[in-house]
């Protein structure tokens, strides 16, 4: 099946520095990836669609210059938490949807990024 | 603003038994609907989706889609302690490749 590989699985940086987080579909391509983001015991919040050779399409409420999101490849999606600070905290999760598959909107998710900045 | 409610729980249910988990949604233009299992500190992982109104089965969970009354469940029969996990509750809409998340319920299968 789908496989998305996330990287970092864990960071801890210091308050104002960048964190970059990876997310590579491994056995298709994805034009589109979706990038989560999650608080302790609360559930999943979109933050913003990825597409590929064009620019992110963030969700309400969410900054686009301090979440940069860069879709240069089919395969790659990159999320960088810009002079990040203690309230950016959270489990960062990357999906993709494999077109080829059953037509459903099926998402698989990579293994999520836990970002800690001190 | 489209809405999916879940219990939170704690949900708990004796290894053997069925655990049943329930989801509301607020927008009848929903298409897909998808129940994914999140361990704790991991990554959600899909368990099933269905789309049909009716139930769907898959090995020991089933899924009952019932599009008139605008919820969705999940039923897990002869559950086992691993069953133990946040299950999330996620929709699609139609045209709208984005998946709306409920806030899951906490299952916990006791020995």
């Known amino acids: 099946g789908a496989v998305v590989s996330q990287h970092p699985s864990w960071v801890i940086c210091k308050s104002g520095t960048s964190v970059k987080i990876e997310c590579r579909s491994l056995d298709f391509q994805a034009t589109t990836m979706f990038w989560y983001r999650q608080f302790p015991k609360q559930s999943l919040m979109l933050m913003a669609t990825s597409n590929e050779g064009s620019k992110a399409t963030y969700e309400q409420g969410v900054e686009k210059d301090k979440f940069l999101i860069n879709h240069a490849s089919l395969t790659l999606s990159t999320l960088t938490v810009t002079s990040a600070h203690p309230e950016d905290s959270s489990f960062y999760i990357c999906s993709a949807r494999d077109g080829g598959g059953s037509g459903a909107n099926v998402l698989t998710f990579g293994a999520g990024s836990r970002l800690t900045v001190l | 603003q489209k809405e999916v409610e879940q219990n939170s729980g704690p949900l708990s249910v004796p290894e053997g038994a069925i655990a049943s988990l329930n989801c509301t949604y607020s927008d009848r233009g929903s298409q897909s609907f998808f129940w994914y299992r999140q361990y704790s500190g991991k990554s959600p992982e899909l368990i099933m989706f269905i789309y049909s109104n009716g139930d769907k089965e898959d090995g020991r969970f089933t899924a009952q889609l019932n599009k008139a009354s605008q919820y969705v469940s999940l039923l897990i029969r002869d559950s086992q302690p691993s069953d133990s996990a946040t299950y999330l509750c996620?929709?699609?809409?139609?045209?709208?490749?984005?998946?709306?998340f409920g806030t899951g319920t906490r299952l916990t299968i006791i020995p």
């Open positions: 996620a929709v699609n809409y139609f045209g709208n490749e984005k998946l709306t």
